[in-house]
């Protein structure tokens, strides 16, 4: 058995990853080889020094007065036509931003929006808790595509990641629009609609800006 | 001696996984503040952001290596966990989930992107200090340093990994990133590490 063999293994065998019959061979090899089992131990003892480094450091200043500002300041609903006349305004704003980004970004990944993804049906009554469920998937969606964005800084020029940036805002600041208006009127099929429309906008905007399909 | 040490080696490796073990009785309360918060109350929230307030910082901290940027960046978590949290479906804890939005938001930070000071610079040394107490806090504050001085992504995932106990699958599913990247980081990370504390 070889040392090299051996060594790049030692990181699965000690996490205890690797298959028995691997294991057996990297632990047999220990016995002839007191260089490799040292190896072994060191890498052990720095993971007990790891793992023995707090999971929790608390702020010097309490940050709950803070977050709970920015709680209370959640989207107010604004009187009735104001409100509708902003939420269209502000879809609009996002539809506009989104045709222009796709001419930039040139054509969309095979499974983006338009032909293959699945329209999501709202039932009267039932609006909210569609819009609920349908949340969570576009959540997670976006934070994908978002974390793919940011670690591909090179992938993308940076005019093009600050217009979908912010693009990104004038979505959030349409979704926010909706969501307040939907509160006031849980059952509105409409604003439900236009509420996921939102979210699938904004998921294929970060899918043509990285070019990562997703399912959802 | 030689046999023993081996002996050893996979029985720590397996049994010191370091995922943390829910406390008697803490799923079934956090479950009744999470569906209190779900109504709107804030109170419930705060009990949630204080149970899991330190954890959330202490990822921010190691990944910024900057504590007010690390303060930001924690209440930025739990502004935005506020929003989601009616998409929240109860499939993993609330620790858990809360913890996901953290690496979302770190990652989405920029500035946390540009930083080039390394931890125990500035006012981190003194947060780092305070959560060690006396035992051994100059170890503690190497080890650190050397930690935060690791490449972003190879520090994430030596966080998530060997100090939070996730699995690669985990990791992998987290960032979007295939298993086998997940395990090439983290071997980046320990070797680079290694060498770091033997210089």
Not at chain 1, 59 to 81: F, H, N, Q, V, Y
Not at chain 1, 160 to 186: C, F, G
Request: hydrophobic content about 45%; glycine content about 6%; proline content about 5%.
């Amino acid at each position: 058995m070889r040392c090299e063999w051996v060594r790049d293994r030692i990181d699965d065998y000690v996490d205890g990853e690797l298959r028995r019959s691997e294991a057996l061979l990297v632990r047999d090899h220990f016995e002839s080889c007191p260089e490799c089992e040292l190896k072994a131990a060191r890498l052990l003892r720095l993971l007990e020094r790891v793992a023995g480094l707090p999971h929790r450091i608390e702020p010097t200043t309490d940050l709950w007065p803070s977050i709970a500002r920015k709680l209370e300041r959640r989207p107010l609903a604004l009187p009735g036509g104001r409100r509708l006349l902003a939420v269209a305004a502000a879809l609009l704003l996002a539809v506009a931003a989104v045709v222009v980004l796709r001419g930039n970004l040139g054509r969309p990944p095979r499974s983006a929006l338009g032909t293959s993804r699945p329209v999501t049906v709202l039932v009267p009554g039932t609006a909210l808790a569609e819009v609920a469920s349908a949340e969570a998937s576009f959540g997670d969606a976006r934070d994908r595509l978002l974390a793919v964005l940011q670690t591909r800084p090179g992938a993308l020029q940076p005019q093009t990641v600050a217009t979908v940036q912010k693009n990104l805002r004038v979505i959030d600041h349409a979704i926010s629009q909706i969501t307040a208006a939907l509160e006031q009127d849980p059952n509105n099929v409409d604003l439900a609609h236009q509420l996921v429309a939102s979210y699938q906008l904004e998921i294929s905007l970060l899918e043509r800006a990285t070019m990562t399909p997703v399912e959802l | 001696m030689g046999v023993e040490a081996v002996e050893r080696l996979p029985r720590v490796s397996s049994l010191d996984r370091r995922r943390e073990v829910p406390e008697p009785g803490k799923p079934g309360s956090e479950r009744a503040l999470v569906e209190a918060a779900c109504k709107g109350e804030i109170e419930a929230f705060e009990e949630l952001y204080r149970l899991n307030g330190g954890v959330v910082f202490a990822l921010c901290l190691r990944m910024t290596k900057d504590a007010a940027l690390a303060e930001d960046l924690t209440q930025e978590t739990f502004v935005r966990g506020w929003r989601r949290l009616r998409s929240f479906r109860g499939d993993s804890a609330f620790s858990t989930w809360i913890y996901r939005v953290a690496v979302n938001v770190v990652l989405g930070n920029r500035r946390s992107r540009t930083q080039e000071v390394t931890i125990g610079e500035g006012r981190g040394v003194g947060v780092l200090a305070d959560a060690y107490g006396e035992a051994q806090v100059d170890l503690k504050l190497d080890l650190e340093r050397a930690i935060s001085r690791l490449p972003e992504r190879a520090r994430l995932v030596l966080i998530l990994h060997d100090i939070k106990g996730y699995r690669h699958r985990e990791i992998a599913g987290v960032l979007g990133i295939a298993e086998g990247t997940s395990k090439a980081q983290l071997h980046r990370a320990r070797r680079l590490l290694r060498e770091a504390l033997s210089s």
